[in-house]
């Protein structure tokens, strides 16, 4: 039997494991869905105070849009990075978490996966609408560019798939895997442009004697290229630079296909292993 033969007629399976990582996402809570604004609203005012009052961050002003709000700037690099980083998280559990499921009954496991991307996809689409509506109330006309902003949408959710569908068979065979992943997420926060704007990274150093070029060695991480992008169509209100568009697609397609080829050698064995 074919993967191709296998993901037939799954959709309407991956539909309810999306609604039930919803629904169990907030079972039992007072607030409900009401968290999932709180809990982004609450991280953007604690990073804001530090970071602008404390720290004394200027936020660059959005050429051509002009606008000048460090809470805003803000935003832009945070929506992204927290999809990517609770994609990792959530993604990481999701088959051990349905382990009795994975045990019990055949069916394509990478399902349980793509649900568990595809329920945080579905709040930050909210988050993005939202803040989309803020950005008008600041004079910013995001309306014309919220196609972009789909496009930049669907290439991060192959990124964030591809990597989740990397490391949830890990972490069966690799329980560690997930403590690995916390760590370095705290890393990953800082190494791109999300609470300070790109113009702070020298564009050379020095070390050990060695003259480096700094800010090209930065961005080579895709994550600045998806910050700088997200805050470019939201932010600026202009066209991203063709080169990190191509540059984030290429990661993703790379990633979707390694992901996906790393999770059928390591699938065989998932029954016994959760």
């Known amino acids: 039997m074919t993967k191709l033969t296998e993901y037939r007629g799954t959709h309407e399976l991956l539909i309810n494991l999306v609604l039930r990582d919803l629904r169990g996402r907030y079972k039992r809570s007072v607030l409900g869905w009401t968290w999932s604004l709180m809990n982004p609203l609450a991280t953007i005012l604690i990073y804001w105070v530090v970071f602008s009052s ?14 000048k709000s460090f809470v805003l700037f803000l ?59 803020v950005l ?11 196609p972009l902003v789909l496009v930049l949408v669907a290439i991060e959710v192959a990124f964030a798939l591809g990597i989740a569908l990397v490391l949830a068979p890990l972490n069966v065979y690799l329980r560690d895997t997930k403590h690995f992943v ?5 890393l990953l926060f800082y190494s791109a442009p999300i609470v300070y704007p790109i113009s702070l990274v020298a564009k050379d150093a020095n070390v050990l004697g060695v ?6 060695l930065y961005e080579l991480n895709p994550l600045v290229s998806l910050v700088d992008s997200f805050r470019a169509v939201l932010y600026d209100l202009r066209f991203p630079d063709t080169g990190d568009l191509l540059y984030l697609s290429g990661w993703a397609l790379v990633l979707l296909v390694f992901g996906h080829w790393l999770f059928g050698r390591l699938d065989r064995r998932l029954a016994e292993e959760v």
């Open 54 to 67: 404390f720290l004394k961050v200027e936020a660059p002003t959005g050429d051509p849009s002009e606008l």
């Open 75 to 133: 935003v832009c690099g945070l929506l992204p990075y927290r999809f990517l980083s609770e994609s990792m998280n959530a993604s990481v559990e999701s088959l051990l978490s349905n382990s009795n499921l994975v045990k019990k009954v055949y069916f394509p496991r990478e399902l349980l996966v793509v649900s568990s991307v595809g329920a945080l996809l579905v709040t930050f689409v909210i988050e993005l609408g939202v803040f989309s509506l």
């Open 136 to 146: 008008l109330a600041f004079g910013n006309m995001t309306l014309p560019w919220l």
């Open 182 to 186: 916390g760590i370095f997420l705290q």
């Open 211 to 216: 003259d480096l070029p700094l800010r090209d």
